[in-house]
């Protein structure tokens, strides 16, 4: 696409967390002069976004070395990227199982080990670690049994405070003429507006009408709606399902954080995972990250979507706390009775192999853009996704075939999931 070209677009982008928030910033570093983003909370970060959160894992294992690369190429930014650099803490990652962890759970560690560990780039940064005094060599502060636990630890990894950089990109668009049009009335998209005559064969898509009833019309309309987006367009239900996990905090007392500061993300596969405390709240943070919920009993057209108000996902499932409960006696078991606050489900967009869907939405004419499938791992691609709908836009096809539009499930499934999805509906809920 020519300068001139990007200069007449208006681009829309329907919602502001990771994947909408990258994409504008991008483009509108980029050349595109007349970006407008909207979304349904009336705040950024938006309170229904999977990122705006304490915390989320930066690490490039992947049982498919595409996204290893990729994720490479983002960790790089997100050591020198002076917007990113902030938020990022090279804490390193430690992923283990523990003793009762079931076969295939181990061999999924394997994977994660073996895709790393004779890449160049990982030279003298991952190691195995095998049995308790080899971990609390690691992690001093770790003063539960820590029972059989084993895996490996890898330097070339931390996390991202997420929250803060969804604020930060926010604010960078901002200071780059983005327009930002947020909250029920003005920002939550109720429908899509397409073109009354249309070409043979498609129907352009000319921008959306929010549930107040204001009007925007865009030569390209991005949605980025993350496990929202069946509800514009349900048929991308065949190749994506909206899914949730449960995330929890515990509170430290300053000097309690203080002892913790500094130590890995920690992911015991079997059981959950948690970061160092939170440098502001003194918050641990806990996702137990097994095959996740649906919510297929909260709609009518076959798909499952996240609840539509912020107070209907504050729980967690009473099986998520067992697991955390048990985490804790294993690890830090001075504070496994301690009360799991902040508990609430976190929604993403689950495509059958993990893969993203980044693509235009068939019969449109390149008029509309679906940016979805992030399956739990879009958040570390933050400060290079934008590029991805960047390559599209430019190319006018998706390159990519793993990214494009699927009709129909791919033949593999997922390889990192441990165990089942479960659906909501009647399960027992945490102590609060
Ligand atoms: C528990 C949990 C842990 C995770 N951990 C990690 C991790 O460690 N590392 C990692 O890389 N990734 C992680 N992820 C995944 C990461 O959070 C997502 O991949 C990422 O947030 C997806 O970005 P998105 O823009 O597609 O969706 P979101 O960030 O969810 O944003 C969607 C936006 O759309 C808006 N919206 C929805 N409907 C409408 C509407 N009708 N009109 C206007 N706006 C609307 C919402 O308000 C929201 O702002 C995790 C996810 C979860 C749930």
Redesign the pocket.
């Given at each position: 696409m020519t300068a001139t070209d990007k200069a007449t677009q208006s681009i829309l982008i329907?919602?502001?967390?990771?994947?909408?928030?990258?994409t504008a910033h991008h483009l509108a570093s980029s050349g595109y002069p007349n970006i407008t983003v909207?979304?349904?909370?009336s705040e950024?970060?938006?309170?229904?976004?999977?990122?705006?959160?304490l915390?989320?894992?930066?690490?490039a294992e992947y049982a498919d070395p595409f996204y290893t690369d990729l994720a490479l190429e983002a960790i790089q930014k997100w050591q020198t990227d002076p917007l990113y650099k902030p938020h990022y803490h090279q804490t390193g990652f430690l992923n283990v199982v523990s003793n009762a962890a079931p076969p295939e759970t181990k061999h999924v560690i394997e994977k994660y080990l073996a895709s790393i560990e004779n890449h160049a780039a990982f030279r003298d940064q991952v190691r195995r670690v095998n049995g308790p005094a080899e971990i609390k060599d690691l992690v001093p502060a770790f003063t539960g049994p820590v029972d059989g636990w084993s895996g490996y630890y890898n330097k070339l990894a931390g996390?991202s405070h997420?929250a803060n950089t969804?604020k930060a990109v926010h604010a960078a668009c901002l200071t780059k003429g983005v327009k930002f049009r947020l909250g029920k009335a003005d920002?939550?998209?109720?429908s899509l507006l397409y073109a009354s005559s249309s070409r043979q064969g498609s129907t352009a898509c000319v921008g959306a009408r929010?549930r107040g009833g204001k009007v925007y019309l865009a030569d390209r309309t991005i949605l980025?709606?993350?496990?929202?987006?069946p509800?514009?367009i349900p048929s991308i239900g065949k190749q994506m399902t909206g899914r949730?996990?449960?995330?929890a905090h515990i509170q430290l007392t300053a000097e309690e954080a203080r002892q913790l500061g500094g130590i890995p993300v920690t992911n015991v596969r079997d059981l959950a995972?948690f970061f160092e405390p939170d440098r502001e709240t003194n918050k641990l943070k806990f996702?137990h990250?097994g095959g996740a919920f649906t919510n297929f009993a909260g709609s009518k057209d076959g798909l499952s979507l996240p609840f539509s108000s912020i107070s209907e996902s504050r729980f967690i499932p009473a099986d998520d706390e067992c697991y955390i409960r048990r985490l804790l006696r294993e690890v830090l078991p001075r504070f496994a009775e301690r009360p799991l606050i902040d508990q609430h489900?976190?929604?993403?967009?689950d495509s059958h192999n993990s893969d993203y869907v980044i693509d235009f939405v068939p019969g449109t004419g390149a008029s509309l853009v679906v940016?979805?499938g992030?399956?739990?791992?879009?958040?570390?691609?933050?400060p290079i996704f934008g590029r991805f709908v960047q390559e599209l836009l430019d190319d006018g096809r998706q390159s990519q075939a793993k990214w494009r539009w699927k009709e129909s499930k791919p033949k593999t499934g997922s390889v990192w999931r441990s165990g089942d999805s479960q659906e909501l509906a009647g399960l027992a809920r945490a102590r609060l």
């Amino acid at each position: 696409m020519t300068a001139t070209d990007k200069a007449t677009q208006s681009i829309l982008i329907i919602g502001a967390g990771c994947f909408g928030l990258s994409t504008a910033h991008h483009l509108a570093s980029s050349g595109y002069p007349n970006i407008t983003v909207l979304d349904k909370d009336s705040e950024v970060p938006s309170r229904f976004s999977a990122a705006n959160d304490l915390n989320k894992i930066i690490r490039a294992e992947y049982a498919d070395p595409f996204y290893t690369d990729l994720a490479l190429e983002a960790i790089q930014k997100w050591q020198t990227d002076p917007l990113y650099k902030p938020h990022y803490h090279q804490t390193g990652f430690l992923n283990v199982v523990s003793n009762a962890a079931p076969p295939e759970t181990k061999h999924v560690i394997e994977k994660y080990l073996a895709s790393i560990e004779n890449h160049a780039a990982f030279r003298d940064q991952v190691r195995r670690v095998n049995g308790p005094a080899e971990i609390k060599d690691l992690v001093p502060a770790f003063t539960g049994p820590v029972d059989g636990w084993s895996g490996y630890y890898n330097k070339l990894a931390g996390y991202s405070h997420s929250a803060n950089t969804l604020k930060a990109v926010h604010a960078a668009c901002l200071t780059k003429g983005v327009k930002f049009r947020l909250g029920k009335a003005d920002g939550e998209v109720e429908s899509l507006l397409y073109a009354s005559s249309s070409r043979q064969g498609s129907t352009a898509c000319v921008g959306a009408r929010s549930r107040g009833g204001k009007v925007y019309l865009a030569d390209r309309t991005i949605l980025a709606m993350g496990a929202n987006v069946p509800t514009l367009i349900p048929s991308i239900g065949k190749q994506m399902t909206g899914r949730c996990w449960g995330v929890a905090h515990i509170q430290l007392t300053a000097e309690e954080a203080r002892q913790l500061g500094g130590i890995p993300v920690t992911n015991v596969r079997d059981l959950a995972f948690f970061f160092e405390p939170d440098r502001e709240t003194n918050k641990l943070k806990f996702c137990h990250m097994g095959g996740a919920f649906t919510n297929f009993a909260g709609s009518k057209d076959g798909l499952s979507l996240p609840f539509s108000s912020i107070s209907e996902s504050r729980f967690i499932p009473a099986d998520d706390e067992c697991y955390i409960r048990r985490l804790l006696r294993e690890v830090l078991p001075r504070f496994a009775e301690r009360p799991l606050i902040d508990q609430h489900l976190c929604w993403i967009a689950d495509s059958h192999n993990s893969d993203y869907v980044i693509d235009f939405v068939p019969g449109t004419g390149a008029s509309l853009v679906v940016l979805s499938g992030d399956s739990g791992h879009g958040f570390k691609m933050m400060p290079i996704f934008g590029r991805f709908v960047q390559e599209l836009l430019d190319d006018g096809r998706q390159s990519q075939a793993k990214w494009r539009w699927k009709e129909s499930k791919p033949k593999t499934g997922s390889v990192w999931r441990s165990g089942d999805s479960q659906e909501l509906a009647g399960l027992a809920r945490a102590r609060l």
